[in-house]
């Protein structure tokens, strides 16, 4: 059932040499590929990165947080504000960029990552989603053009962990009914 996967997922900053099978690769991008997204849009890109050099260089570039190299694949998600129509000729997205287009994109693939991050836990593999990064030093290492927006570096491997579960606020605290 899904609601194991969304129970089991945790960050993991751990990560074992191991391999990661082809098959199950393709399966955690199809996950991202069939995700919903706003019109039927589908904003999103993603980049596989296998070579250790370039797992080395996006890890650094994550605020050198070494541990995403240990993963033998790094995933690049990616959002493409060209999706909705809008005209990128020397368009330069970054952190502040106000265009209502790339936060319609940033939802869309958002929601992608998140299928992707449950399927991974449905194959056995672990991941972390890692945001903490400029756009400058990413789109460089990966000859990304300034009118994308990177949305996350996720590591994807065999966990060398179980991190225990996080507390989650109860239900009460969130929901409402009708109205605010």
Known sequence: ?????????????KYLPTPVEGEKLQAVLE???LAP????????AFIVV?????????AEATREQMWIAEA??????????AARGVDVEGLVLDEQSPLWELKRVIRDTAIAI???????????LGTCWCGAFEQDDI?????IPEDKFVLAVIPLGYADQEPPA???????????????
């Open 114 to 124: 998140g299928y992707l991050l449950l399927e991974a836990d449905h194959q056995g």
């Open 50 to 58: 296998k070579e250790e050099a370039g797992r080395l260089a996006l």
């Open 139 to 143: 789109r460089p290492l990966l000859g």
């Open 31 to 33: 996950a991202a590929r």
């Open 1 to 13: 059932m899904m609601i194991e996967s969304i129970k089991h997922r945790r960050s993991i900053r």
């Open 72 to 81: 033998p694949i790094v995933i690049v998600a990616v959002a493409d504000v």
């Open 37 to 44: 997204s706003g019109n039927n849009k589908q904003p999103w």
């Open 166 to 180: 996080r507390p989650r606020r109860a239900l009460e605290e969130i929901v409402r009914y009708e109205r605010w």
